[in-house]
């Protein structure tokens, strides 16, 4: 039998990690997204990225998107920034939840910030000190930790290695990125019996390969009760070709409710906005609980 939670908590990234590996969204389509997300039961979104403008064109209005947004009282917004400038950026439009990336191999930290792993993780200190002063959380999002596209395998022991060194440096959250669908659960079990922390840990799965689910499953059973997810399935990498597909929140939030398994989410909403985000990227989502509806949906007999 697995150990199953009574509640898990879910982070919906679509507005950042959705969107910036679509054609540029207009920015009234991106407040209309984050509104309606705020309106299902999340209690958690990340929101928009303060990345540079050339590197990722589609997150250049950023401050102005979380300016304009319906705020919620009971949700956490949140912003990732790739290093110490980003940050700043984010702290200066007054986010309080700050998401910086790292990638576990140098290859894809050097595509996807222009510097090796251990570069990055050196920043942290820096970047802690700056947001703990200004009463904000930082949390490592460890990328590619389950492989990378241009190295292959990625050793358990080397993410654990930056966990303890970004532990040291003084972060309040650590997550795990599948970022490019190479995750299975064999993975995400050798991950876990590599990594010690006290720390809070999130899991980000992409469904590239179809296998976010039972990977999510299996850090479900390994007692991990938080987890990134984008409505509709939207998402990649800019940086990996052909690694699109968060798993679709809906997705999620229908086996775990099936389950028994609490998120505090309204399923049907979710799915109405997962049609919206449908709408505005302009093309047909994967996401086959958008495409076929709950399981409870019945249709009429012929």
């Known amino acids: 039998m697995m150990h199953q939670p009574e509640r898990i908590s879910l982070r919906e990234v679509a507005p950042r990690d959705g969107l910036q590996n679509e054609p540029p969204v207009p920015t009234e389509d991106k407040i209309r997204l984050i509104d309606a997300l705020s309106r299902t039961g999340l209690s958690r979104i990340e929101a928009v990225s303060f990345v540079h403008p050339k590197a990722v064109p589609q997150m250049a209005d950023a401050a102005e998107v979380w300016g304009a947004i319906e705020k919620h009282p009971g949700i956490r917004y949140s912003a990732l920034a790739p290093n110490l400038k980003g940050v700043e950026?984010?702290?200066?439009?007054?986010?309080?939840?700050?998401?910086?990336?790292?990638?576990?191999s140098d290859a894809h930290n050097r595509a996807n910030v222009g510097r090796t792993t251990a570069e990055s993780?050196?920043?942290?200190?820096?970047?802690?000190?700056?947001?703990?002063?200004?009463?904000?959380?930082?949390?490592?999002?460890?990328?590619?930790?389950?492989?990378?596209?241009?190295?292959?395998?990625?050793?358990?022991?080397?993410?654990?290695?930056?966990?303890?060194?970004?532990?040291?440096?003084?972060?309040?959250?650590v997550a795990f990125g599948d970022t490019t669908g190479m995750g299975t659960p064999r993975r995400v079990n050798e991950l876990l019996d590599a990594v010690e922390t006290d720390l809070p840990v999130l899991m980000h799965f992409h469904d590239t390969r179809g296998t976010a689910l039972a990977n999510l499953l299996t850090a479900m059973d390994r007692g991990v009760v938080e987890f990134d997810a984008s409505v509709g399935g939207l998402g990649g990498c800019p940086y990996?070709?052909?690694?699109?597909?968060?798993?679709?929140?809906?997705?999620?939030?229908?086996?775990?409710?099936d389950m028994g398994v609490a998120t505090g989410v309204d399923l049907d909403a979710l799915i109405d906005t997962a049609a919206l985000a449908q709408e505005i990227v302009g093309r047909k989502l994967e996401s086959g609980v958008l495409r076929a509806g709950p399981r409870t949906r019945l249709t009429e007999r012929p």
């Open 240 to 257: 990996a070709p052909g690694a699109s597909g968060n798993v679709a929140t809906e997705e999620v939030v229908h086996m775990l409710h």
């Open 121 to 173: 993780v050196a920043e942290f200190a820096d970047i802690v000190h700056l947001a703990h002063e200004r009463l904000a959380e930082v949390e490592a999002i460890i990328a590619t930790s389950f492989g990378c596209p241009y190295e292959g395998d990625v050793a358990p022991a080397r993410v654990a290695g930056i966990v303890d060194a970004v532990a040291e440096a003084g972060v309040d959250r």
């Open 89 to 104: 950026r984010a702290l200066d439009a007054g986010f309080s939840a700050i998401e910086v990336v790292v990638s576990a």
